[in-house]
């Protein structure tokens, strides 16, 4: 009788545990999301995005520059590219 009355309280005890709380929601809001993504993306703070290069005049051919694709937000490089007679840009490398 003790041991059918002290399963009975344990399994009682076990049951309040499991009703605890609010069911997690496997959605998540829209500002969560873009968070989430920016989190995940490659890019180090501070680098410069590479639409504010891109065919922009450069000095040195051959140069390369860092930057972020802000649009997949991944790291990319910029090369310093094009000719003495018709000057070099910034161009995808």
Do not use: H
């Not at 051959?62 to 094009?82: F, P």
């Amino acid at each position: 009788m003790k041991l059918s009355l002290a399963a009975m309280v344990t399994w009682f005890g076990l049951s309040l545990i499991g009703c605890g709380g609010p069911a997690l929601d496997d959605t998540t809001a829209p500002e969560a999301e873009a968070r989430t993504v920016s989190e995940l993306g490659t890019c180090t703070p501070g680098l410069p995005s590479c639409s504010l290069y891109v065919n922009l005049r450069c000095t040195t051919p051959g140069a390369t520059k860092e930057c972020c694709n802000t649009t997949s937000q991944t790291q990319n490089s910029l090369i310093c590219s094009g000719s003495a007679t018709s000057g070099y840009r910034w161009l995808n490398y």
